[in-house]
């Protein structure tokens, strides 16, 4: 079994693992900062912009995932979506998309965790993936299981196949953005492109 963490606009390289198969996402892990559980990596036109959801006392440790909640002091949700219309409104497929992307910048969530649930439901839904079993206690990975919910960068293994980004003219391809750079550009060939990810 795969465990993940809960992700906000998770990365290609989370969603190729969750298309690989029977996963679970953990509501009971004590939160991570800086990590994709309220942080995503978009692509500007100036390079590759960082997203971070705020959270109410991020800082306090050994808080559980399911019991984080959202801190909605600072304008976050507007400069979220400014930041992905102005990144992505040029691409093939974002007039498509935008519309199932655009209500969680405008409702309130009260937990991060259910806001990442949400979120994931509607890419499960594009990417035709299922959607993950829910753990709301605390699971202990056994011998075998795959456990990504350690803080961890980027594999070294991973490799993605590059596609056309929106600012491929003026920047190089930047692998392992957040799954919304995939579907705005491929949209429906996202799915194939995630098979073909070297994990």
């Not at 559980?64 to 976050?76: G, Q």
């Not at 994931?120 to 206690?137: C, D, F, K, N, R």
């Not at 920047?171 to 705005?184: C, G, H, M, R, Y």
């Amino acid at each position: 079994m795969m465990i993940l963490p809960a992700a906000y606009l998770p990365s290609i390289e989370y969603c190729a693992r969750w298309a690989q198969g029977p996963c679970v996402v953990d509501g009971g892990e004590h939160f991570v900062k800086r990590s994709e559980r309220n942080r995503t990596h978009i692509l500007t036109a100036g390079g590759v912009l960082t997203l971070t959801v705020q959270a109410v006392r991020a800082n306090r440790p050994r808080t559980p995932m399911r019991d984080v909640r959202i801190d909605y002091s600072k304008r976050w949700q507007h400069q979220h979506w400014t930041a992905l219309v102005s990144a992505y409104k040029a691409s093939p497929y974002f007039d498509h998309y935008a519309p199932r992307f655009e209500p969680f910048y405008t409702r309130r969530y009260e937990f991060l965790f259910d806001y990442d649930l949400r979120l994931m439901e509607t890419i499960a839904e594009l990417l035709g993936l299922p959607m993950p079993a829910v753990s709301e206690a605390y699971l202990t990975a056994d011998e075998g299981d795959l456990d990504l919910r350690p803080k961890r960068k980027e594999s070294a293994d991973f490799a993605s196949p590059p596609y056309i980004q929106v600012f491929s003219d003026r920047l190089p391809f930047t692998p392992n953005l957040s799954i919304a750079d995939l579907l705005f550009c491929e949209g429906p060939q996202s799915p194939a492109l995630l098979k073909q990810c070297r994990l």
